[in-house]
């Protein structure tokens, strides 16, 4: 999970203005909030806090730590299909992504 969260805070450098529909407005609050807080943190910070307590996971806050990461990848999946084509339907995105590929493909 932590390399998860890694990774998704390298998407915005990486993508550069084409992150701007993962991040911002409807989609981007959905995704902040049930992939990142709710798929990630809060089974990480669930689990992290049983480790320090030194004591075994109840094995229902396992069952639900399991099921909010399986609905955070579930919304992560969504929401990136959703930004993709909000991206696509965007002139300037659109521009920016053909520059892009066209730079990689001339060097």
């Known amino acids: 999970m932590t390399t998860e969260v890694g990774l998704i ?3 915005p450098p990486t ?3 084409l ?4 991040f911002k407005g409807k989609t981007g609050n959905i ?19 049983w480790k320090l307590t030194r004591k075994s996971t109840p094995v229902s806050l396992n069952r639900g730590a399991s099921l909010l990461i399986l609905a955070g990848g579930l919304i992560l999946r969504y929401i990136w299909i959703v930004a993709g084509r909000a991206s696509a339907d965007t002139t300037e ?5 053909n520059a892009l590929e066209w730079h990689e493909g001339n060097c």
């Open 31 to 49: 995704f902040k909030a049930g992939t990142i807080g709710g798929g990630l943190l809060l089974p990480l910070l669930l689990r992290l806090g």
């Open 19 to 22: 992150s701007k529909p993962l």
């Open 9 to 11: 805070s390298a998407l």
């Open 93 to 97: 995105d659109v521009h920016h992504y």
């Open 15 to 17: 993508l550069g203005p």
